[in-house]
């Protein structure tokens, strides 16, 4: 299997995109209307700071509907997941569940997947980790790998062909 | 002796060695045994941008492996406890989901049934094992040692699913270093994130996030930054020199695991707790490193 199911717009990609698509409109109907724009949000917003994500002008622009504009933008992945904007938000709003569902849009309409994600994506789905074991240097300059270290054989699926097997449908399948 | 099975995740399992050897330490001198268990996956959070639902599917896949052995799961990596935890709230009372995502664990023989807890590092030391405990083993004097605690987003947030501790005024790390005889004091940034999730696409802004924190940490003159997260650990020791260059800083604040400073206080050596490990300038301290 390649990472192209998994991303691509190709005919198995539908149920995917139907399921996000109800994501977001539930949350644009439920959740948006809450919303009074008292920017708490984006006062604590870790990417704010930094990367000028306004996470109430998100919520704001979801319940204009202008989902295409924000799948097409770099910004949605500026969020670090810190959590902060939904742990605050006094209507319980949460921008950063939001931007997840965007993310997860973009990704099956086919946009570029930024930066090494698709990387950890293909890790995932050939070994079953992000990334695989490393050869680590201590402060003095020695390399030690786990069992330098007397730790045990790592825990990774043990038959990748089921596990791939299990991907792939999920991929396909709506949930 | 209470057992629990150890989910170690990808981070630590695969470069954050030094949490792992000091886990594997520590826990069995508090009476708690680890179990391990072949077949783990990623638990799925990291990649919940790309696609929410195979995070879903990894930590549902996840805890069934575990509830095979019939005991609840010790996720040290606050990222998978939050993963784990969240997966579990929405199997537990969505069953249409629940079925759902059994459809797909079958093809691996698995069932996911809701039985097993999901253990966080905060919990098993404080709640489970408690401040008592952790006092009478502890017997190296730790010379009050000024520390700052860095809890990791992710183990505080968000609340609604159930977090090990306060989401704006975390305290038990605190609680715990008090009774190894450190001095743990408050400071402004103390909740700020490390970046690290943003490495994936955005490594120069992470590591701008990391060095942002650690400045202030230095400024402010604590000894030791103490940390639980491999993520928030790769960021601040690992990656500290690199941080520093970010908001033009010279860094040297000497970053440990909460466990690697307990299995020092217990008077484990600093080999077993690959204290060689950790790429901070930990050797400023004196406690036994090399």
């Known amino acids: ?175 | 002796m209470k057992s629990y099975v150890l989910y170690p995740g990808c981070v630590m399992p695969t470069e954050q060695y030094a949490y792992e050897m000091s886990i594997r330490e520590v826990f069995p001198l508090l009476d708690v045994k680890l179990v391990d268990q072949k077949g783990f996956s990623c638990c799925g959070e990291p990649i919940k941008s790309v696609n929410q639902m195979l995070s879903l599917a990894l930590s549902a896949r996840n805890i069934s492996l575990a509830e095979k052995e019939g005991l609840d799961i010790f996720a040290p990596c606050p990222m998978c406890h939050l993963a784990l935890s969240e997966s579990k709230r929405i199997l537990d009372s969505d069953p249409a989901m629940k079925k759902k995502i059994n459809n797909f664990l079958a093809d691996e023989g698995l069932t996911y049934e809701g039985k097993a807890s999901i253990v966080s590092i905060l919990d098993l030391l404080y709640d489970i094992i408690g401040i008592e405990k952790i006092k009478k083993l502890a017997k190296k004097p730790l010379n009050e040692l000024k520390v700052a605690t860095h809890y990791g987003c992710h183990l505080i947030r968000p609340s609604e699913i159930g977090r090990p501790d306060d989401s704006e005024n975390p305290q038990k790390m605190e609680k715990i270093l008090e009774a190894i005889g450190t001095k743990p004091l408050d400071y402004p940034e103390k909740l700020d994130c490390c970046g690290g999730l943003l490495t994936a696409n955005l490594p120069e802004s992470a590591l701008t996030k990391t060095g942002q924190k650690l400045q202030k940490v230095q400024e402010q003159g604590f000894d030791a930054f103490i940390d639980t997260c491999p993520w928030c650990h790769r960021q601040y020791d690992s990656k500290q020199i690199k941080a520093g260059e970010t908001v033009a800083a010279k860094l040297e604040v000497p970053v440990l695991y909460l466990t690697q400073l307990l299995g020092l206080s217990f008077g484990i050596s600093s080999d077993k707790l690959g204290l060689d490990l950790n790429l901070s300038p930990v050797d400023k301290l004196n406690l036994g490193g090399k």
């Open chain 1, 1 to 175: 299997m390649s990472i192209i199911d998994l991303t691509s717009m190709g005919e198995s990609q539908v149920n995917l995109r139907d399921e996000i698509n109800e994501r977001l409109s539930r949350l644009q109907d439920e959740i948006s209307d809450y919303c009074y724009q008292c920017a708490k949000c984006t006062s604590g917003c870790e990417a704010h700071k930094l990367l000028e994500l306004e996470p109430h002008k998100i919520v704001a622009l979801l319940k204009r509907g202008l989902i295409d504009e924000m799948i097409n933008s770099d910004l949605i992945w500026t969020c670090m997941s810190c959590f902060k904007c939904r742990e605050r938000c006094p209507q319980k709003v949460a921008p950063v569940e939001v931007l997840f569902a965007l993310k997860n849009m973009a990704v099956a309409s086919g946009k570029q997947i930024p930066g090494n994600y698709t990387a950890m994506l293909q890790s995932v789905l050939s070994i079953g980790l992000l990334q695989d074991v490393k050869n680590i240097t201590t402060r003095d300059n020695k390399s030690k790998n786990r069992s330098d270290l007397g730790l045990p054989e790592i825990s990774k699926p043990t038959d990748p062909t089921k596990f791939q097997m299990m991907l792939s449908k999920l991929a396909v399948e709506k949930v």
